[in-house]
């Protein structure tokens, strides 16, 4: 068993979305794991992305948010759960009044892992 005390550290403002990490890259039994604290405010959007290696589970826990995958729209709610599978292009719009949090479980991601789409 492994104790993992306080919130997440290290915010960080990515495309669209705020981040904090609650187990790194590294930490834990399994180096290529990650779980993060991930918000979306009103009006913002994450563009669309991949991930070439990794895996993502994302269980919603406040606010609603509009998930996309290709030409799929999904309008997510608190207790929603969404996989991700390696490859699957997807990103997310918050079209709503009050912040959309989830949790964010990453499987075998690696640093440098994420392609986004129309990238400079």
């Not at 509009?66 to 699957?88: H, I, M, N, S």
Request: glycine letters at 12%; aromatic letters at 10%; a negative charge.
């Amino acid at each position: 068993m492994r104790h993992v005390k306080g919130g997440p550290e290290n915010w960080t403002s990515e495309r669209g979305y705020m981040r904090g990490v609650i187990m790194p890259f590294g930490s834990g039994p399994d180096s290529d794991i990650q779980v993060q604290l991930t918000t979306i405010a009103p009006g913002d959007t994450v563009l669309p992305h991949s991930h070439l290696k990794q895996a993502e589970y994302i269980y919603f826990l406040e606010g609603t948010c509009d998930y996309f995958f290709g030409d799929q729209t999904v309008r997510v709610k608190p207790g929603d759960l969404l996989v991700v599978e390696p490859g699957e292009e997807h990103g997310a719009a918050n079209n709503g009044t009050e912040t959309a949090k989830f949790l964010t479980f990453k499987l075998h991601g690696q640093p440098g892992d994420t392609n986004w789409r129309n990238s400079q």
